[in-house]
């Protein structure tokens, strides 16, 4: 059984910084693919970053040059770094593991921007 457990979200003022990071369990998490969502409210849930198990990174338009994803499989974490934040940032963010049909979701952390 797979658990993914965010921690790290909270509160900041634009233009400044927050790391979350997504511990997993389980002996796939250095071949699954790894990525970060997010949802605010009344929206659809949506790709922010990805990351595979190579080490290839793939970003939301939005977060090009802000977030950086990446991982330490010796940790079986994955983090994203996010920097020169904006209230429009403000949302749930979740992360999720892939690995063929195999699809595993956090619990999310909830990242609150103000202007």
């Known amino acids: 059984q797979v658990q993914l457990v965010e921690s790290g979200g909270g509160f900041v003022q634009a233009g400044g910084s927050l790391r979350v990071s997504c511990a997993g369990s389980g002996s796939i998490f250095r071949i699954a693919a790894m990525g970060w969502y997010r949802q605010a409210p009344g929206k659809q849930r949506e790709l922010v970053a990805t990351i595979t198990s190579s080490g290839r990174t793939n970003y939301a338009n939005s977060v090009k040059d802000r977030f950086t994803i990446s991982r330490d499989n010796a940790k079986n974490t994955v983090y994203l770094q996010m920097n020169s934040l904006k209230p429009e940032d403000t949302a749930v963010y979740y992360c999720?593991?892939?690995?063929?049909?195999?699809?595993?979701w956090g619990q999310g952390t909830q990242v609150t921007v103000s202007s």
């Open positions: 999720n593991m892939q690995l063929g049909s195999m699809n595993y």
